[in-house]
């Protein structure tokens, strides 16, 4: 009983595995256990679907969902390879369940013709994940760039003065207006329009209570005429969340949150930016 366990030992170990056939001097070797491959494929099957599954999804980019329809039907190849590898296993477990020498070699089943190249598997085993690895930075590049790109009305209002040239509301001469102004009664809560960090709250003489983001990715955005900041320097924040309320301070004509978006160091319209909601 002892030699069978240890038999039984062998096979669920990382050892090499010789099954000597009834009538043949053949043996059936494999390098490292069947069930240690078995449990390796299916965890990364399972994995790579789910993450397929979830770029299908959540992705718009036509391009990129054929690639995971490509790296699907690789994975379902693999899923091919996995059941041929369970049934293998299973009839190693069923022959060495049995209690002598003789039993296994008796009801041991050497009709099995194909063959496991070890070495090629794993050298696919090594691409298969180096190609989840690379969907994976892929998503994470995306992510970032949209959680820093502004998206949506920082605050609820109407826009009272576009992005460009316009005449000055105080000196009645051109002048140009580097963001939009949004009209709100004071009090109403200013929304960051993207994740970021604060890198400036506080009052300037023309501005009022000010604050700037730096969301990554080169973009920054900047609130103006405040009246009250409620966010310090160093601060993250998240899309949405409040970060001042709406006044008059500064050179003003009445209550409004003067919004700019900066992207790449450039100044530039908020107008493709303000569909959507912050």
Request: one cysteine or more; glycine letters at 8%; hydrophobic letters at 35%.
């Amino acid at each position: 009983m002892s030699k069978m366990y240890r038999i039984f030992k062998r096979a669920t170990t990382p050892v090499s595995i010789m099954v000597i056939p009834h009538g043949t001097p053949k043996p059936l070797r494999l390098k490292i256990p069947v069930i240690g491959i078995l449990l390796s494929l299916l965890l990364l099957g399972a994995g790579a679907v789910q993450i397929c599954g979830l770029v299908m999804d959540g992705l718009k980019y036509p391009f990129l969902a054929e690639r995971v329809e490509y790296y699907d039907q690789q994975f379902s190849q693999w899923n091919s390879t996995v059941t041929a590898i369970r049934e293998v296993e299973s009839d190693f477990r069923q022959a060495f369940s049995l209690k002598s020498r003789d039993q296994i070699l008796e009801n041991v089943d050497t009709s099995y013709t194909g063959s496991i190249d070890i070495q090629a598997l794993m050298k696919e085993l090594q691409r298969t994940v180096e190609t989840v690895d690379e969907i994976k930075d892929y998503l994470r590049i995306q992510k970032d760039i949209y959680l820093a790109t502004p998206k949506g009305f920082p605050v609820e209002g109407r826009i009272t003065s576009r992005y460009g040239r316009r005449e000055d509301p105080f000196t009645g001469a051109k002048s140009f207006h580097s963001g939009v102004d949004i009209s709100a009664s004071p009090g109403t809560p200013i929304r960051a329009t993207a994740d970021g960090i604060v890198i400036h709250s506080g009052r300037t003489q023309y501005s009022g209570y000010l604050v700037v983001l730096e969301h990554g990715c080169g973009f920054k955005t900047i609130y103006a005429h405040n009246k009250k900041n409620l966010v310090k320097v160093g601060q993250t924040v998240k899309r949405g969340e409040v970060i001042a309320y709406v006044g008059s301070t500064g050179k003003a004509t009445g209550p409004h949150v003067h919004y700019e978006v900066w992207e790449k160091g450039k100044n530039v319209n908020p107008k493709r930016y303000l569909k959507g909601r912050s």
